[in-house]
């Protein structure tokens, strides 16, 4: 499955952007859809998932500020971002645990005054 991230770009602290993630596969099969990031020299986290049934679950540093949904019908994922940190600068990736090898390129998020 080929994923393309969109969405990201430089933000002034407290600002806000929305990401965008399509999968070239039906989402609907994926039982669970996911965001991740990845800053430089550290690990990739994950940020937040969502299920097919549209249970959530957030990293604990973005709970409160970042929403993740997902449109089956256009197989696209999103993810909100509100009230963005310094921290929160990193590359974005969409990912599904249903076909755990492939990622997309990402979307590069800074968040700098």
């Known amino acids: 499955v080929q994923f393309v991230e969109s969405g990201g770009g430089l933000v002034q602290p407290g600002g806000s952007l929305r990401l965008s993630c399509a999968s070239s596969?039906?989402?609907?099969?994926?039982?669970?859809m996911e965001w991740h990031r990845q800053a430089p020299g550290k690990q990739r986290e994950l940020v937040a998932h969502?299920?097919?049934?549209?249970?959530?679950h957030y990293l604990d540093s973005v709970q409160g500020r970042f929403t993740i949904s997902r449109d089956n019908n256009i197989n696209t994922i999103y993810l909100q971002m509100n009230s963005l940190k310094p921290e929160d600068t990193a590359n974005y990736f969409c990912h599904t645990s249903s076909v755990p090898d492939d990622w997309g390129q990402g979307t590069q998020v800074t968040v700098s005054s």
């Open positions: 596969r039906d989402i609907s099969l994926f039982y669970r």
């Open positions: 969502i299920s097919r049934d549209l249970e959530v």
